[in-house]
T-cell receptor, first 116, second 114 residues
Framework: AQKVTQAQTEISVVEKEDVTLDCVYE???????LFWYKQPPSGELVFLIR??????QNEISGRYSWNFQKSTSSFNFTITASQVVDSAVYFC?????????????FGTGTRLLVSP | EPEVTQTPSHQVTQMGQEVILRCVPI?????FYWYRQILGQKVEFLVS????????KSEIFDDQFSVERPDGSNFTLKIRSTKLEDSAMYFC????????????FGDGTRLSIL
């Protein structure tokens, strides 16, 4: 079975603070993909990043960075110098390879509140 | 940038009635999905669809649910006899391929069962 755990239900920060959102996953598949999606207050789901299970290189995109550690089954997301517009619910998701990557298994999400 | 569109944005239906949620996936995508999100909870997979048939479905996707691609552009989710617990946001998604290619989501249809 596959599972994604986002232990932080809600995080509140003040603008310009750095914040890390944790994601821990469980799967028996040797091949899988990991994703982060953002859900702003308007409700849509916005794709942020993907990673495959064979690529443990960290990635940086502007103020966003991701740290994938297979040894701890974690795929954490850091926002540097947070802004009010970053306020949203962030979902980590796993696409397992055993059934051909047909679905996304989502975590319960972390609500990030950035205040001015 | 091409996007997935869903209609209606909000659907209110009496319990026991049939409802059809509509989606227009991104035009060159081949894989289609439905997810639901009960208010305040996580997003849950319902079904994936490829080559005019269901590829995978979850336990939630029981006999009350069906999907169809009636023409070259639309992808629909039908709930035959709605229950109160079907109230949720329903998201349609599409992808060019499975796995590496990300699933792109529509804005969702909020379904309210009275």
């Amino acid at each position: 079975a596959q599972k994604v755990t986002q232990a932080q239900t809600e995080i509140s920060v003040v603008e310009k603070e750095d914040v890390t959102l944790d994601c821990v996953y469980e799967t028996r598949d040797t091949t899988y993909y990991l994703f982060w999606y953002k859900q702003p207050p308007s409700g849509e789901l916005v794709f942020l990043i993907r990673r495959n299970s064979f690529d443990e290189q960290n990635e940086i995109s502007g103020r966003y960075s991701w740290n994938f550690q297979k040894s701890t089954s974690s795929f954490n997301f850091t926002i540097t110098a947070s802004q009010v517009v970053d306020s949203a619910v962030y979902f980590c998701a796993l696409s397992p390879g055993n059934t051909g990557f047909q679905k996304l298994v989502f975590g319960t999400g972390t609500r990030l509140l950035v205040s001015p | 940038e091409p996007e997935v569109t869903q209609t209606p944005s909000h659907q209110v239906t009496q319990m026991g009635q049939e409802v059809i949620l509509r989606c227009v996936p991104i035009s060159n995508h081949l894989y289609f999905y439905w997810y639901r999100q009960i208010l305040g909870q996580k997003v849950e997979f319902l079904v994936s669809f490829y080559n005019n048939e269901i590829s995978e479905k979850s336990e939630i996707f029981d006999d009350q649910f069906s999907v169809e691609r009636p023409d070259g552009s639309n992808f629909t989710l039908k709930i035959r006899s709605t229950k109160l617990e079907d109230s949720a946001m329903y998201f349609c998604a599409s992808s060019a391929q499975t796995g590496w290619q990300p699933q792109h989501f529509g804005d969702g249809t909020r379904l309210s069962i009275l």
